[in-house]
């Protein structure tokens, strides 16, 4: 099987995995590969990639792409420890090969691209159905416990019909508006947890690794909308099965890459296909005891309530009263969705102060439109957005 993978998608944790740019079957898609790199690369971008030199417009077949041969690469993984740390190889392989490369594991070739215009060309191709990276080693822990695919798992008409559900209340940005309390609230918990952490440091105003406090944060917001429950994240000391979650997340996709280029048969006899499952089932009871928790207090509402008194509280509810999913669809979809807020956001925000540590000018342009539209003691609103172009622009970046 063939795939063009994309790099520079968000999804760089799920390198080679489950970047969401990533198409297979040879016909059609080799002929868009080929498209691909005459029209959409800039000149300075083409220039880099060995074999095309200026003026070689001409457009190049698999077999003439460059690539670490299939031994190196797996040498390159598995003994140099790349294969955790997998940004660092494909900053190494666009440097030597340029923005398109291929590598090959097993049955499976990838097609790397590493170019934002590249990647447009990729995604304005696509048609109804976009083509996507199959999902096997998800599909696979799917399959085996007997749980619903969700929107990264699914394909074609199905995955289609999912998304006309799940998009309501929720996947479109106008939709964002109904969650500004909520993420509000959340936001206080994360401001007074920043005040507590930087209280408690030696120097007194400093928080300790950015990124986990963002991760949490996020984690906390994601499950605040998704299952209108707070978990604690926040708190001085997590709870327990937050814990749990939080580190099966981490459990899921270290072992996932090991699964990836591991074949198949050495997966009753090394540990990693066992801690990638267990990964994924705690991530799965984790959303099902959530579930099951809500459906509770949806019947506790019926039968004191009756039908018409029922108030739909947030998407959950949302999902499960107009029988939209099943509580089983629920518990794929949902935890699929919990997978995709999470680090995909608090990386986003981590990368945004790094930059704007690093040019003081955009900080204060950027703290002056802020507080000019939501002074000090005001809570903000979605409405308040639509004033805050630089804010937009500096997220976008
Ligand atoms: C800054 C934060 C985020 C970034 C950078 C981000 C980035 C991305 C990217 C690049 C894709 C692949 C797009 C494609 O395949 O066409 C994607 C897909 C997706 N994202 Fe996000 N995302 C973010 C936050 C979220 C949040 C908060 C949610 C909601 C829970 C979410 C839910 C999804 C879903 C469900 C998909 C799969 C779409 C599908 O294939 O049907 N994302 N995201």
Redesign the pocket.
């Known amino acids: 099987m063939d795939r063009i993978a994309a790099l520079g ?3 760089l944790r799920w390198p080679l995995l489950g970047s ?2 990533v198409c297979f079957g040879l016909g059609p898609h080799r002929a868009r590969a080929k498209a691909s790199i005459s029209k959409a690369l800039p000149a300075t971008e083409t220039a880099e990639a060995p074999g095309t030199g200026p003026g070689d417009r001409r457009p190049r077949g698999l077999e003439e792409l460059p690539g670490p041969g299939k031994l190196r690469f797996f040498f390159q993984l598995l003994m140099q420890g790349y294969v955790l740390h997998l940004h660092h190889l494909q900053v190494l392989n666009k440097a030597k090969y340029g923005p398109m490369w291929i590598t090959r594991i097993g049955s499976q070739t990838y097609v790397h691209l590493a170019s934002a215009p590249l990647l447009e060309q990729v ?1 304005r191709q ?1 048609g109804k159905y ?1 083509i ?1 990276d199959d999902m096997d080693l998800w599909k696979d822990h799917r399959d085996q416990q007997g749980l619903a695919y ?3 798992t ?1 394909q074609g008409q199905r ?1 289609y019909e ?2 006309q559900v ?1 998009n309501q209340r ?2 479109k940005p106008d939709e964002a508006a109904l969650y500004a309390d909520v993420l509000n609230e959340v936001i206080d918990s994360f401001m007074a947890r920043l005040k507590q952490l930087r209280g408690e440091s030696a120097s007194g105003d400093q928080v300790p690794d950015i990124a986990h406090q963002f991760y949490h944060f ?1 984690l906390e917001a ?1 499950c605040y ?2 299952f209108e429950k707070r978990i604690g994240c926040l708190e001085r000391s997590t709870p327990q099965d937050t814990k749990a979650f939080i580190n099966s997340v981490g459990l899921m996709f270290r072992n996932s890459l090991y699964a990836t280029f591991l074949p198949k048969w050495t997966r009753p006899l090394l540990p990693f296909w066992k801690r990638y499952l267990d990964g994924w089932n705690t991530i799965f009871s984790f959303g099902k005891k959530m579930i099951d928790q809500k459906l509770k207090d949806i019947e506790a509402q019926l039968q004191t309530a009756g039908p018409d008194g029922v108030q739909i509280s947030g998407y959950l509810h949302f999902l499960l009263n107009g029988r939209q999913l099943s509580p089983h669809e629920a518990v794929g979809s949902l935890s ?3 997978m ?3 680090d ?2 608090s ?3 981590t990368w945004a102060l790094y930059h704007l540590s690093k040019s003081l000018k955009i900080q204060e342009a950027l703290h002056e439109e802020v507080v000019g539209v939501v002074p000090a003691g005001q809570v903000p609103q979605h409405k308040d957005l639509a004033h805050m172009p630089l804010l937009k622009a500096v ?1 976008k970046e």
């Open positions: 998608c968000a999804r969401r740019v995604m696509e976009p996507r969700g929107p990264f699914m995955w999912l998304r799940l929720m996947l996020s994601i909308i998704l699929e969705l919990l995709a807020g999470v995909t956001t990386n986003t925000l997220l």
